[in-house]
């Protein structure tokens, strides 16, 4: 795993031992930040389920100006700040579900990337909080990864979707 562009390109990341965490694989990370490329710089962007922190990192990597990191493991956060501090990047990391992200982020960002475990069901959810918290700004998007066609609830639309194997990725935003 690594940082595939911008000012940190090709800089490896620490990740975990064994095969119980999935990280996003590099070719599909590339092609989300395709898509989005644009509405990164000078963005303030949130990993919700942020693993290792890959997605977050590529971000910072390509000029947005602030990553806020959220996971429910410990092991994640301490990946995480291994990956933050062999960059030398500083950011917020937060050690909470991901309800009481939501409910506790202070403000609202640009790009939200939710990669929960494949298991998890709870993209309508997480949605709809995010809309309730007002955790988006007008205009910003939502990324997010499974192995389903996610559906969005009222006030969402889905405006792309892609699948690499058994990984669908969704943009959503609010109408």
């Given at each position: 795993?690594?940082?595939?562009?911008?000012?940190?390109?090709?800089?490896?990341?620490?990740?975990?031992?064994?095969?119980?965490?999935?990280?996003?694989?590099?070719?599909?990370?590339?092609?989300v930040f395709q898509i989005i490329g644009a509405n990164l710089v000078g963005a303030r962007v949130l990993?919700?389920?942020?693993?290792?922190?890959?997605?977050?990192?590529?971000?910072?990597s390509r000029g947005a100006k602030e990553a806020v990191?959220?996971?429910?493991?410990?092991?994640?956060?301490?990946?995480?700040?291994?990956?933050?501090?062999?960059?030398?990047?500083?950011?917020?990391?937060?050690?909470?579900?991901?309800?009481?992200?939501?409910?506790?982020?202070?403000?609202?960002?640009?790009?939200?990337?939710?990669?929960?475990?494949?298991?998890?069901?709870?993209?309508?959810?997480?949605?709809?909080?995010?809309?309730?918290?007002?955790?988006?700004?007008?205009?910003?998007?939502?990324?997010?990864?499974?192995?389903?066609?996610?559906?969005?609830?009222?006030?969402?639309?889905?405006?792309?979707?892609?699948?690499?194997?058994?990984?669908?990725?969704?943009?959503?935003?609010?109408?």
């Amino acid at each position: 795993m690594r940082i595939i562009a911008g000012k940190h390109r090709g800089r490896a990341l620490a990740q975990f031992a064994g095969n119980d965490v999935r990280p996003t694989p590099d070719r599909v990370k590339e092609s989300v930040f395709q898509i989005i490329g644009a509405n990164l710089v000078g963005a303030r962007v949130l990993d919700l389920f942020c693993g290792s922190g890959a997605l977050g990192l590529e971000s910072l990597s390509r000029g947005a100006k602030e990553a806020v990191f959220n996971d429910v493991s410990r092991e994640s956060l301490v990946i995480l700040k291994k990956n933050l501090a062999a960059l030398r990047e500083e950011a917020r990391a937060t050690n909470l579900d991901y309800r009481a992200c939501l409910a506790q982020s202070v403000g609202a960002f640009d790009v939200i990337f939710c990669d929960p475990p494949y298991k998890t069901d709870c993209a309508a959810e997480i949605l709809s909080l995010i809309a309730s918290y007002r955790r988006l700004t007008a205009g910003g998007i939502v990324v997010y990864e499974s192995e389903r066609e996610e559906t969005p609830p009222e006030g969402w639309e889905r405006y792309d979707l892609r699948s690499y194997g058994r990984t669908k990725v969704a943009f959503f935003r609010m109408v």
